[in-house]
């Protein structure tokens, strides 16, 4: 009764849900973090772009990129304190998810890969 007294809502959301106002979200920092992220995650194989011969850039970029979610899988784990492996495992299956789902939708528009 005494939690309600005031603001039954805010109670409930507080005690029961675990909503806080210094847990809540934060929508710029998850931006900027998510624009950190992925601006990191690319330099490397921005990198295999720059470095590699022009008749590897292919496979060096898709090479480099899987190495890429690998390590930054298991960085990623590391941190959290979970497996390292599956971590790595997970991050480097969908990434490669990814990379073919978005070659066959260029596929559909006849985009050749470079």
Same mark, same amino acid.
């Given at each position: +009764?005494? #939690?309600?007294?005031?603001?039954?809502?805010?109670?409930?959301?507080?005690?029961?849900?675990?909503?806080?106002?210094?847990?809540?979200?934060?929508?710029? @920092?998850? =931006?900027?973090?998510s624009?950190?992220?992925?601006?990191?995650g690319? @330099? @490397?194989?921005?990198?295999?772009?720059? #470095?590699?011969?022009?008749q590897?850039?292919?496979?060096a $970029?898709? =090479?480099?990129? +899987? #190495?890429?979610?690998?390590?930054?899988?298991?960085?990623?784990?590391? !941190?959290?304190?979970?497996?390292?492996?599956?971590?790595?495992?997970? $991050?480097?299956?969908?990434?490669?998810?990814?990379?073919? !789902?978005?070659?066959?939708?260029?596929?559909?528009?006849? $985009?050749?890969p +470079?």
């Open positions: +009764v005494q #939690l309600t007294a005031k603001n039954a809502l805010e109670a409930h959301a507080r005690d029961e849900i675990g909503i806080h106002d210094n847990t809540a979200a934060k929508p710029l @920092l998850a =931006a900027g973090s624009a950190a992220a992925f601006s990191l690319a @330099l @490397l194989p921005m990198f295999s772009i720059l #470095l590699s011969p022009e590897y850039v292919t496979a $970029v898709m =090479a480099v990129g +899987v #190495l890429s979610l690998a390590l930054l899988g298991a960085i990623s784990s590391y !941190f959290a304190g979970t497996s390292m492996l599956k971590g790595s495992f997970r $991050v480097t299956a969908w990434g490669i998810a990814a990379m073919l !789902f978005a070659s066959w939708i260029g596929s559909l528009f006849d $985009v050749a +470079v």
